[in-house]
Every structure is written in C-alpha cells, then in structure tokens.
C-alpha cells in the first residue's frame, strides 16, 4: 500500500513561489510515473504536471507551463513541484499522484495511488 505525504503548502502573495514535496513510502517509487493535480471546491481535480519513471520525460497543464517544474529524487522517494510566478487562480489543494506505469501520463484514470493535498492560497 503506497503513502504519499504532501508539503509545503501554505499562503503566498500573487507572484510569489512555493515548493512543494511529495514523499512516497511505498516500495518501488522509481519504477512508477509520478503526477501532480489540483482541485478547487465544486471543479473535477484537473491535472497540473507529471513525470515518467528516471525524469526523463515531463509534461504540463497548458495555465501552467513556463512558471512550474516538476522534478523527482529516486535515492529521496520525493517527486517536487516547484511553483513560480504564482497567480490567485492557481489557488487549489494540490494532490500527489502515483501512476499505475512508469511512462509518463495525463489522465487521471492512470493514476492509482493519492496523498492527501496541501493548500496552496494565492492572494491578490
């Protein structure tokens, strides 16, 4: 059973940068694609970012693209997503995902492994 841990979340100025982790307790973190979604109350959870399995590939949400990298440390079990240039509408809880394979995925469905979020509040 795969445990994954959000952080560093919290309140930031439009502009500003977060950083947040994920670290994964399960066994195997590096054979398995890792993503990143959010959510906003009353809106499906909409993806943000994923990775495949060693880094080698990466991809983005269009809104996102140029102002976050998502990142992984296979010897750490911590996938990273660090967030620039932060804008009030990129408020939401941010989920931790585990892909169910080690290629790189945007569907929600191939994710099969959740953390618990951490909020990330852009003010204006």
């Known amino acids: 059973q795969v445990q994954l841990v959000e952080s560093g979340g919290g309140l930031v100025q439009a502009g500003g940068s977060l950083r947040l982790s994920c670290a994964h307790s399960?066994?195997?973190?590096?054979?398995?694609?890792m993503g990143w979604f959010r959510q906003v109350p009353g809106k499906e959870r909409e993806f943000v970012a994923a990775?495949?399995?060693?880094?080698?590939?990466?991809s983005y949400a269009d809104p996102v693209k140029g102002r976050f990298t998502i990142s992984r440390d296979n010897g750490k079990n911590t996938v990273y997503l660090q967030m620039i240039s932060l804008k009030p509408e990129d408020t939401a809880v941010y989920y931790c995902?585990?892909?169910?394979?080690?290629?790189?995925?945007?569907?929600?469905?191939?994710?099969?492994?959740w953390g618990q979020g951490t909020q990330v509040t852009v003010s204006s």
């Open positions: 990775i495949s399995w060693n880094g080698g590939t990466t």
């Open positions: 995902a585990r892909n169910r394979w080690h290629m790189n995925s945007e569907s929600l469905s191939d994710f099969n492994g």
């Open positions: 399960g066994r195997f973190f590096s054979s398995y694609a």
